[in-house]
């Protein structure tokens, strides 16, 4: 069966540092693999999501992940964090033509000034 | 163009009772899924509608059912409520790609 682990539950940063997240799958073929981003009380926004082709892959607000087949990761990466990433961040994965999500339990980021 | 909608914003019911949560996709998407997200978890997949028809079905009891209509918007019904169902609800959308778009949510307690 498919599944996310997010090893990091909880992750603190100051400003302006660098920052990456950390997800990895279980699945026997390539899936497609989502970042998403929630803020308290909020939906769900898409950062970025692999599908094929270029295993890195550039998103909204400033993030990017690589994929790496060799070790079943989808790490998400950030140059200099702000203080409005603050936030919980899902890894999922889609696998089948079915279009289901299945997700990590999320890391929640905090932003110190 | 509106994104995803879901109603009400949220709900208090009580153990016993029956919801029902409402849904409109994005505009051009025919796809529909419901999560339920319970404090400090990951989404859980209910299940996903398309031509009117339930595609998929999570690990979840015949309690939790579901409509989508000839307009694509969507239904979940919760019959019989527990207090275990307390939980952010989440409508997704998509049109043949694998990228959903979330709408803000229904909380529902129950009390």
């Known amino acids: 069966a498919q599944s996310v682990t997010q090893p990091d539950i909880h992750i603190t940063v100051s400003e302006g540092a660098s920052l990456e997240l950390r997800c990895n799958y279980s699945?026997?073929?390539?899936?497609?693999l989502f970042w998403y981003v929630q803020s308290p009380g909020q939906g769900l926004q898409l950062l970025l999501k692999?599908?094929?082709?270029d295993t890195l892959v550039q998103g909204i607000k400033g993030f990017e992940a690589e994929f790496k087949r060799s070790q079943s990761s989808f790490n998400l990466r950030k140059p200099s964090v702000h203080w409005s990433d603050a936030a919980e961040y899902f890894c999922?994965?889609?696998?089948?033509?079915?279009?289901?999500?299945?997700w990590g339990l999320g890391t929640s980021l905090a932003v110190n000034p | 163009d509106a994104g995803v909608t879901q109603s009400p914003t949220h709900l208090i019911k009580t153990r016993g009772q029956q919801v029902t949560l409402r849904c409109s996709p994005k505009?051009?998407?025919?796809?529909v899924s419901w999560y339920q997200q319970a404090l400090g978890q990951g989404p859980q997949f209910i299940f996903q509608?398309?031509?009117?028809?339930?595609?998929q079905r999570g690990n979840f009891p015949d309690r939790f059912s579901g409509h989508q209509f000839p307009n694509y918007s969507s239904e979940l019904n919760v019959n019989a409520l527990l207090l275990g169902d307390s939980a952010l609800y989440l409508c997704?959308?998509?049109?043949?790609?694998?990228?959903?778009?979330f709408g803000p949510g229904t909380r529902l307690t129950v009390t």
């Open positions: 997704a959308s998509s049109f043949r790609t694998y990228e959903q778009y």
């Open positions: 505009s051009g998407h025919d796809t």
């Open positions: 509608y398309y031509e009117e028809e339930e595609r």
């Open positions: 699945y026997g073929a390539t899936p497609y």
């Open positions: 692999y599908f094929s082709g």
């Open positions: 999922a994965v889609s696998a089948g033509n079915n279009r289901k999500l299945i």
